[in-house]
T-cell receptor
Framework: AQSVTQPDIHITVSEGASLELRCNYS??????LFWYVQSPGQGLQLLLK??????LVQGIKGFEAEFKRSQSSFNLRKPSVHWSDAAEYFC?????????????FGRGTQLTVWP | ETGVTQSPTHLIKTRGQQVTLRCSSQ?????VSWYQQALGQGPQFIFQ???????GRGNFPPRFSGLQFPNYSSELNVNALELDDSALYLC?????????????FGPGTRLTVT
């Protein structure tokens, strides 16, 4: 079965600092890969996705993620964090071999940004 | 284009009661998925509806059931509520069935079971 691990439950960074959120997955092949962000009282917003092709994908709000097949990882990065980036971030995978659009989520990483 | 909406925003129920949560799909979307997000956890897939039929189900008991209507809106029904059902319930709509991962999430319904 697919599983997603986000090893960092909570990360704190200063505004303007760089950010990397880790995500590892367990899957028999290369799944579809996603990062979502959830602000308090809000639903999930898609930041970026990887289906195939270039392993470095660009998303909204200045985020990017790199797929590394050898490490089964899909880490999210941002070169300079803004206070408005404080939120919870979820990594998710989708089963490439399934006709069902089911997503498997990690437990999330809470990001705090210090001014 | 109207986004995904859910109602109610919050509700409190007593153990053993039944609850119905509602979701309106984004315009043009014909598939709805429901997820349960317990406190401190990532969302867990409950089931998906396409063309008014259940298209797939996660590891949830039969007391979790759903409906999809001709206008593609959807309901999630939970019978015999248990304390562990307390969670944020999210619905997501997408444009097509199959491996449609372009899912747009609503803001969720926060259910508290006492």
């Amino acid at each position: 079965a697919q599983s997603v691990t986000q090893p960092d439950i909570h990360i704190t960074v200063s505004e303007g600092a760089s950010l990397e959120l880790r995500c590892n997955y367990s899957y028999g092949a290369t799944p579809y890969l996603f990062w979502y962000v959830q602000s308090p009282g809000q639903g999930l917003q898609l930041l970026l996705k990887y289906f195939s092709g270039d392993t470095l994908v660009q998303g909204i709000k200045g985020f990017e993620a790199e797929f590394k097949r050898s490490q089964s990882s899909f880490n999210l990065r941002k070169p300079s964090v803004h206070w408005s980036d404080a939120a919870e971030y979820f990594c998710a995978v989708g089963d490439r071999g399934s006709t069902l659009g089911r997503l498997y989520f990690g437990r999330g990483t809470q990001l705090t940004v210090w001014p | 284009e109207t986004g995904v909406t859910q109602s109610p925003t919050h509700l409190i129920k007593t153990r053993g009661q039944q609850v119905t949560l509602r979701c309106s799909s984004q315009s043009g979307h014909n598939t709805v998925s429901w997820y349960q997000q317990a406190l401190g956890q990532g969302p867990q897939f409950i089931f998906q509806y396409y063309r008014e039929e259940e298209n797939g189900r996660g590891n949830f008991p039969p007391r979790f059931s759903g409906l999809q209507f001709p206008n593609y809106s959807s309901e999630l029904n939970v019978n015999a509520l248990e304390l562990d059902d307390s969670a944020l319930y999210l619905c997501a709509s997408s444009r097509a069935s199959g491996a449609s991962y372009e899912q747009y999430f609503g803001p969720g319904t926060r259910l508290t079971v006492t």
